[in-house]
């Protein structure tokens, strides 16, 4: 299939905006054949993941188009970056490795993107509006901007999050489109008690199950009883974008484009109807953690980025002192942080030993010492990434047991809610 | 005897080496170690496996958007995989490729092929892809000895 350009792509391959510009259009367009769309079509935000150091490569990617003048033409937010800008020295950041962070930080700024360095841009005043095309990159705020708030991203890989916020176009493909934004499989939640529904800890473990068996089809959550808050619909994203490659979700009665179960699979009947029972729930919530032996190193908290209602949420959980074997840490952005501390909400959080990270996370840098292996946290997506790029342990708890166990010393969970 | 699969190359190019395969999609990101080549996801049957060299056939990636980052900075290392073979139009994968392309002139072929030729594929078995999707297998499974 031929794809239409406009006047203004085809100037832009040709390098009326700039060499950079007709890079980012080159790799637009080509992309484009890969998925035999038909047109580009406008976008009027976009959110970087690129931002991530990962080697060489990224870095020179990053500094060619900035070096050969590339700026973004729409509003564009940045993900995490690899180091807390103003505070890695206080962890085991390598010096090598953080001056090569910075550089890449600076270069998406220097291409005029806004340094939210957040993965979650949705809470924050940049969030896109019900219908908005959009060019977003980081799975779980993919997954929230299409889910929840129904704006329109295909999901977007590193390197091509660039690409469309310098030149504002993308291909007519994918999520973009309506025909592409219906459920396909039906998750039918049968037996669960509405007490276990309105735990926090229920949702990443709907979404890790919910990610791994719909693979990368669209799931459609149905029967539950309680309305989500939006945390939880973020906790519950992170996790299903994580075990799958999950875009968009619907919950029938809870997201913009599920008022109806019918309405939610666009008139169909779903391809498969996956029943979700207290003993597959137990099983998914087993499979997130992969230790939870005697010893504990660190409770980690805010992946994706706690919100201030989090922190509202912890500050009265927080008496006594963590254990001085255990670090507590709460990886936030910059923006969050400050209203918290505004708000009285670190000052529990101080009191108790526990200590903050902005701008980056605990796998995208490498900030952990050695030392620590023995991980605990209430989030199911660094419950689902830890083992692998920290090669460390991890135990999956709620919000209270994380709290409890670093006070204690020892992975302690309250099993009641998972045993009715 | 060698097999032919008919493939279409998302990204063309010529590449050969011994198969790895699993059902199972995966994540670069948390999955993949671009200083190694090592699949590290645990939860991953394809876990400890060196992928560098071998031509990688995955149904599609899951995960992290950072995927193509990981990818990229391994084709530039000498750590990628040899080729990528998949079972539909995939953003991340192809995307890496087209940028090695654009910044190192270094060819990754990524190509797309139906579920049932991907069925026949195991690991172990040496596969050639050619740059117009023609894969050639030598070794494994064959047509006539499917169950």
């Known amino acids: ?420 | 005897m060698d097999r032919v699969i008919v493939g279409k190359p998302l990204v063309p190019g010529e590449a050969s080496g011994q198969a790895l395969v699993s059902r199972e999609p995966l994540s670069f990101w948390g999955g993949f170690d671009h200083r190694t080549g090592e699949i590290i996801d645990r939860r991953h049957p394809l876990s400890g496996q060196v992928a560098a060299g071998r031509v990688l056939a995955l149904p599609y990636a899951r995960g992290s958007s950072t995927t193509t980052a990981v990818l990229l900075e391994a084709v530039r290392a000498g750590t990628a995989p040899a080729a990528i073979l998949t079972t539909g139009p995939e953003t991340f994968f192809a995307l890496a490729a087209i940028v090695a392309e654009e910044m190192y002139r270094r060819p990754f072929p990524v190509v797309t092929i139906d579920s049932a030729d991907f069925d026949l594929l195991e690991s172990g078995m040496h596969l050639r892809v050619a740059p117009d999707g023609t894969i050639t297998s030598s070794g494994g499974k064959t047509g006539d000895d499917r169950p």
């Open chain 1, 1 to 420: 299939m031929d794809l239409a350009l406009t006047e203004r792509d085809r100037g832009l391959l040709a390098g009326d905006e700039g060499p950079a510009a007709a890079l980012a259009m080159r790799i637009i367009a080509r992309m484009a054949g890969i998925f035999q769309a038909a047109s580009l079509l406008d976008i009027t935000q976009a959110h970087i993941d690129s931002t991530i150091y990962i080697g060489e490569a990224n870095l020179e990617f990053a500094e060619r188009l900035a070096g050969d003048g590339a700026r973004v033409s729409i509003p564009t937010t940045l993900n995490v970056s690899g180091l807390d800008e103003h505070g890695w020295r206080e962890w085991s950041v390598p010096s090598a490795w953080a001056e090569k962070a910075l550089r890449q930080m600076a270069a998406y700024q220097q291409m005029g993107c806004l340094p939210t360095w957040t993965c979650a841009p949705y809470q924050t005043e940049h969030a896109p509006r019900f219908g908005q095309q959009i060019a977003w990159g980081e799975s779980n705020a993919i997954v929230f901007a299409n889910s929840v708030l129904g704006a329109r991203t295909e999901r977007y890989p590193d390197l091509l999050d660039i690409c469309a916020a310098i030149t504002g176009r993308v291909p007519a493909f994918g999520l973009h489109l309506d025909e592409n934004r219906h459920g396909e499989v039906l998750f039918q939640i049968e037996g669960v008690p509405p007490m276990l529904q309105r735990d926090d800890s229920f949702y990443p473990v709907l979404g890790h199950l919910v990610g791994k068996t719909a693979g990368d089809r669209v799931p459609v959550i149905d029967g539950l009883s309680i309305e989500p808050s939006a945390d939880q619909l973020k906790a519950l994203g992170a996790a299903a974008a994580s075990s799958g490659n999950i875009g968009l979700f619907h919950i029938v009665g809870v997201t913009p484009e599920a008022p109806t179960r019918q309405a939610a699979l666009a008139g169909g009947a779903p391809g498969q109807v996956v029943r979700v029972d207290l003993p597959s729930l137990r099983q998914a919530r087993r499979e997130l953690t992969t230790g939870a032996g005697e010893g504990l190193d660190l409770v980690v908290l805010g992946s994706p980025h706690f919100s201030l209602a989090e922190f509202r949420r912890l500050a009265p959980l927080l008496h006594g002192r963590r254990h001085p074997n255990v670090r507590f840490l709460v990886t936030t952005s910059r923006a969050v942080a400050h209203l918290a501390r505004r708000a009285g909400l670190l000052g529990p959080l101080d009191a108790f030993g526990g200590q903050l990270t902005v701008d980056t996370c605990i796998l995208a840098s490498p900030m952990l010492p050695p030392e620590v292996r023995r991980l605990m946290t209430n989030s199911g997506k660094y419950a689902y990434y830890a083992p692998g790029l920290l090669g460390a342990q991890v135990a999956f708890g709620s919000l209270e047991d994380c709290v409890r166990s670093a006070a204690a010393g020892r992975v302690s969970r309250d099993e009641t809610l998972w045993t009715a």
